[in-house]
């Protein structure tokens, strides 16, 4: 979560790099996957860090434009569920509960669910460096654990703890010992491994 302006950049740095996006701004007829995600950071900062009320007014601007776009796009991804490093590889449908949590350098596809089954709601824990494939559906008080990634069109509805492996199926299985190492970019690993870089390459 979103909880300091250097927060915010980095997640905005993150995002970026994990689109393998080289360019610094948007294009203004194309790249509106980043346009959504960057607004995503943005309505995420103001509501998590905003304390004045001017903040509150570019909130309510950015939600309004944010919500124009995901309509657009068929994103219906709620705020302060993604660590930073997510790329979305195509347009929707994306159907996101509001109570899932998901880690870092998540890689997520089209027509993709993650909900809840339960009442009272209880959505997926998602770890980091994730991949989620085309047509997946992952659903109720589950765990997925750091570098699994999940097959296409599969149905995921019980915890798979073990990391790094592959799932796939309806219901879900453990298919193969290779999880998602081939199938994401570790944007965050990146940019922290450049900070410390930078770091002992500081004069002393």
Not at 129 to 153: C, K, L, M, S
Request: with cysteine; net charge positive.
């Amino acid at each position: 979560m979103i909880k300091s302006k250097e927060d915010y950049n980095f997640y905005l740095a993150a995002d970026q790099l994990a689109l393998a996006i080289k360019h610094k701004r948007p294009r203004i007829f194309q790249d509106e996957t980043w346009k959504f995600e960057r607004l995503l950071r943005r309505v995420e900062y103001l509501e998590n860090c905003g304390n004045n009320p001017l903040d509150k007014i570019f909130c309510l601007q950015a939600r309004f434009t944010l919500h124009k776009l995901s309509v657009k796009l068929g994103f219906a991804i709620p705020r302060n569920v993604f660590g930073p490093g997510l790329s979305i590889a195509h347009g929707g449908p994306i159907i996101v509960h509001s109570k899932a949590v998901v880690g870092e350098n998540c890689r997520i596809d089209r027509c993709v669910s993650i909900g809840s089954i339960h009442y009272p709601a209880a959505a997926p824990i998602i770890g980091n460096n994730v991949f989620i494939g085309p047509g997946a559906v992952i659903d109720g008080a589950i765990e997925i654990a750091d570098g699994v990634a999940i097959g296409a069109n599969s149905y995921v509805n019980k915890s798979f703890k073990e990391p790094g492996i592959t799932i796939a199926g309806c219901p879900a299985k453990k298919i193969s010992d290779k999880g998602s190492q081939y199938c994401w970019f570790r944007a965050t690993e990146i940019l922290r491994k450049e900070d410390e870089d930078a770091y002992i390459d500081e004069p002393k």
